[in-house]
T-cell receptor, first 112, second 110 residues
Framework: EDQVTQSPEALRLQEGESSSLNCSYT??????LFWYRQDPGKGPEFLFT???AGEEKEKERLKATLTKKESFLHITAPKPEDSATYLC?????????????FGKGTMLLVSP | NAGVTQTPKFQVLKTGQSMTLQCAQD?????MYWYRQDPGMGLRLIYY???????DKGEVPNGYNVSRLNKREFSLRLESAAPSQTSVYFC?????????FGPGTRLTVL
């Protein structure tokens, strides 16, 4: 069974205070790891897909990295508008159709 | 492009009532999904449709039925609503792996 564990559950930062969110996963062969951002009362918004260990992707103040066991979402000099819940999901490589398994998310609050 | 749209945005039902949640996408995606999101539980897959004409159960299908009406539309039906089905429901679509989500329907069952 595929499993995704995100930590911490919640994180409070001051504006400009860089930090990282963790996504640990167990999957029988990784096809892809996905990061989403979710604002209160809205649907998840796609951020990144990572496919293999060592891969990195960046978007503004966010950088996602991937190892064989976990992914990190690094937030550099965050701003209040980065406040949201960040979701991680994995897709397994298997015969037939493969769906996403989501973690429970990390709620990030950035204070001015 | 509107992306993924869902109706209604909010709904209150009484126990035993039925209703259908509607989802449509204008991105020509093959696959569509229904999730529910509950506090502390994360997103859980209810049903999915890998392609037009096919549907399959996800992690939590009990109490729900789905219809892939055509390539654009995927509906979720609650035949006899229960309080345990109080949740926020999200529809998503994907061309291959990456899923794109709708804005959600907040459902309360009294």
């Amino acid at each position: 069974e595929d499993q995704v564990t995100q930590s911490p559950e919640a994180l409070r930062l001051q504006e400009g205070e860089s930090s990282s969110l963790n996504c640990s996963y167990t999957v029988s062969g990784l096809r892809g790891l996905f990061w989403y951002r979710q604002d209160p009362g809205k649907g998840p918004e796609f951020l990144f897909t990572l496919y293999s260990a060592g891969e990195e992707k960046e978007k503004e103040r966010l950088k996602a990295t991937l190892t064989k066991k976990e992914s990190f979402l690094h937030i550099t000099a965050p701003k209040p508008e980065d406040s949201a819940t960040y979701l991680c999901a994995v897709q397994a490589r298997r015969s037939g159709y493969s769906t996403l398994t989501f973690g429970k998310g990390t709620m990030l609050l950035v204070s001015p | 492009n509107a992306g993924v749209t869902q109706t209604p945005k909010f709904q209150v039902l009484k126990t035993g009532q039925s209703m259908t949640l509607q989802c449509a996408q204008d991105m020509n995606h093959n696959s569509m999904y229904w999730y529910r999101q509950d506090p502390g539980m994360g997103l859980r897959l209810i049903y999915y449709s890998a392609s037009e004409g096919t549907t399959d159960k996800g992690e939590v299908p009990n109490g729900y039925n789905v219809s892939r009406l055509n390539k654009r539309e995927f509906s979720l039906r609650l035949e006899s609503a229960a309080p345990s089905q109080t949740s926020v429901y999200f529809c998503a679509s994907s061309p291959q792996s990456t899923q794109y989500f709708g804005p959600g329907t907040r459902l309360t069952v009294l």
